[in-house]
């Protein structure tokens, strides 16, 4: 039987993708899938010398040199634990399982633990960047025991994308860790695409902006602080025909998306946690809405808004769009980078933000230049308590808020749906210290259920005795 390095269980498209990476790495890679099919059409379709199929779990496992090491990429939730119940009893002590789907944080958290009482090491191992980044070297987010990672580290800190030198690939912290990384990734993600979005929805329908104008404008973005990976492909995105019908493809593409759930999770554990990711939730919340196709057909003859239209200087306010969005696209990732912050200290992760965001720059969806400046805003003060706070940043919002807000304001006058610009600029003004409202809301709890209130002239609690002449 031919020795291999590491096995990978799932051989779907990023469990493939995957596989081939490690194989053109120099690594003997076993692989295995339920469905014999799906194996075999791996092995015609992209043979290679170092991929060596197996057609039994035992088999597969067999081959491995020691300590073992075993990628699971199936589909989260009870599947994966399908698997580890059919490895664990050919395993030994010091074998290692990674799970390289986008598992939910607190399902790896019980899963490590359980495995370690039995002497194996299991990492959740958040992978970003589709199918091309893991056949080509995608963003690498491992969590677990730290002792394990050393095994582990060879094969994935190789097959991982590289910036400016580096590996995309870093050890995040113990068991939950990586998976959580990459669930916020995937929230930041989500409010990125949606600041996108809404951006192309006030070019096009304030600025009066054609594909063909809009397709330059992004490649212009694209040259400056907002360079990344999300604004290249939509400047080709703007240009791509139908084959269909010849028409500009994006037109003719339904107004409706879908999410799988990561973005979701990401906004339910920032209640959980008490922090403020209000833009990843619009973003979700915006995704929800656009599925109500029908219903949005059926009321858009009913509600009239009163259009102030303006002749718009396209150049203009092209620019006044890329300023605020740059510095929305700020305030959401100074949201998920807070969520991560507070997280760290609930968990115990002891998280580097600055390595977080360095291994963001390449390989995966949100890889982006802006990156760098995280990683330098990180490197200048670890403790940083808020993105927004950094120097660099500090000084990027204060010149283009008025820019978020006069767009914001032609986007609601329009009756154009802005709602992750909108919480951008909601949290500043939250943030910077402008009163929210909050001692009236504080006095309606005491009022209709005795909860108290606190002064800001005296320490303690206190509690009025309401006498309401209008009750």
């Keep these: 039987m031919q020795k291999t390095d590491i096995g990978v269980i799932g051989l779907a498209v990023m469990g493939r993708s995957l596989a081939l990476n490690m194989a053109d790495h120099g690594f003997k890679v076993g692989g295995y899938n339920r469905s014999h099919e799906v194996t075999e059409a791996l092995v015609k379709e992209h043979p290679h010398d170092n991929f060596i199929p197996f057609y039994e779990l035992e088999e597969l496992v067999d081959s491995q040199e020691r300590p073992r090491k075993v990628l699971i990429m199936v589909k989260a939730g009870r599947p994966v634990d399908l698997v580890i119940e059919q490895l664990v009893p050919l395993l030994e002590e010091g074998d290692i399982i990674l799970d390289g789907g986008n598992s939910f944080f607190e399902d790896t958290i019980r899963r490590e633990k359980s495995l370690k009482e039995k002497g194996i090491y299991y990492f959740g191992t958040g992978v970003s960047g589709g199918e091309k980044g893991a056949r ?11 002792k394990g990672y050393d095994y582990v580290a060879p094969v994935l800190e190789a097959i991982a994308a590289k910036a ?19 669930m916020v990734h995937n929230g930041i993600e989500y409010a990125d695409m949606q600041l996108i979005a809404e951006a192309y929805l006030l070019l096009k329908y304030v600025g009066g902006c054609s594909n063909e104008e809009l397709a330059a404008i992004f490649d212009e973005w694209n040259r400056k602080e907002l360079k990344s990976y999300l604004i290249g492909i939509t400047a080709g995105i703007f240009r791509e025909k139908d084959d269909l019908s010849g028409q500009e493809l994006l037109d003719v593409i339904l107004d409706s998306a879908g999410q799988k759930g990561t973005g979701r999770w990401t906004s339910l554990e920032s209640l959980k946690q008490g922090v403020n990711v209000s833009m990843i939730t619009a973003a979700c919340n915006a995704r929800v809405m656009s599925n109500r196709v029908e219903e949005r057909r059926a009321a858009k003859p009913l509600f009239t808004v009163s259009q102030e239209k303006r002749a718009v200087d396209k150049k203009a306010f092209g620019e006044q769009v890329r300023n605020g969005l740059y510095t929305a696209k700020i305030i959401a990732y100074a949201q998920g980078f807070e969520l991560l912050a507070h997280a760290s200290g609930e968990y115990g992760w002891n998280l580097d933000y600055g390595r ?5 720059r390449a390989g995966c969806i949100i890889q982006a230049d802006f990156l760098d400046d995280i990683t330098r805003a990180y490197e200048r003060n670890p403790d940083l308590k808020n993105l927004m706070l950094d120097p660099f940043f500090l000084e990027r919002i204060n010149a283009g808020q008025e820019s978020l807000r006069h767009i914001l304001t032609m986007g609601i006058i329009n009756g154009i749906p802005v709602p992750a610009m909108s919480q951008a600029a909601a949290y500043l003004d939250a943030f910077r210290g402008m009163p929210v409202g909050a001692n009236l809301i504080q006095a309606q709890r005491d009022c209709f259920g005795a909860h108290t209130y606190e002064r800001n002239d005296r320490e303690g609690t206190f509690h009025h005795d309401w006498r309401l002449s209008n009750e």
């Design 136 to 146: 080509f070297g995608p963003s690498i987010m491992p969590g677990g025991d730290r």
């Design 164 to 182: 400016q030198g580096e590996p995309c690939c870093a050890y995040m912290g113990p068991d939950g860790a990586g998976h959580y990384v990459k």
């Design 356 to 360: 977080i965001a360095a291994i963001f």
